[in-house]
């Protein structure tokens, strides 16, 4: 990975997602009045020290979990693995999950300890990709600097799934979206 080209990559992505939170109202969650202000989300610089390549660890018994969601829904999801990593000398584990069997990619919710503070109280959400997000060897890529708000981070209009407790991570991840603050217009 060329640490220049990938930074690149990842201002370009979130170029795109502000222009689109921008300017396309009918697709956007950002509230209608608020978006006179928007001049842009608010994200942690690129930093690679939060981009893994990691092997998944499938679970062989993929057990249905039920997600509450923020509008007190709940919907089913596949446990499908664990990625294992380490933030600073701390090891950390994340489980990876699926709507359906046959999905290619695989949805990631967490909480760290930037949660409520720096970043939307409730969690982020990292979509992966077998296309885009996984090596010619076979390993995933796990970027925290793609973690993204949930749509309801920016009206209460939305319902998200909630993070289950097996994903609150005990770190600090300072990458990806930070809290959105619609008086600040990011």
Not at 58 to 68: L, P, T
Not at 110 to 126: M, P
Request: glycine share 8%; proline share 6%.
């Amino acid at each position: 990975m060329e640490i220049l080209k990938w930074k690149a990559e990842i201002e370009k992505q979130r170029k795109i997602k502000d222009r689109f939170f921008r300017d396309r109202y009918e697709g956007s969650p950002i509230p209608r009045e608020y978006l006179a202000k928007f001049r842009g989300l608010d994200y942690f610089p690129p930093d690679p020290a939060y981009r893994f390549e990691l092997e998944l660890h499938e679970h062989k018994e993929k057990k249905v979990i039920r997600m509450a969601y923020t509008r007190g829904q709940e919907q089913a999801f596949l446990r499908w693995g664990e990625f294992r990593f380490n933030v600073g000398d701390k090891e950390q584990a994340i489980q990876a999950y699926k709507k359906e069997p046959g999905e290619d990619g695989l949805f990631i919710l967490f909480r760290d300890a930037t949660s409520g503070q720096e970043t939307y109280g409730a969690g982020r959400y990292l979509d992966l990709d077998s296309d885009t997000d996984k090596t010619a060897q076979g390993r995933w890529i796990l970027d925290f600097n793609k973690a993204y708000n949930p749509w309801c981070a920016y009206d209460e209009i939305y319902t998200c799934p909630l993070v289950p407790p097996e994903n609150r991570l005990g770190v600090a991840i300072r990458a990806g979206e930070k809290d959105y603050s619609p008086k600040l217009g990011h």
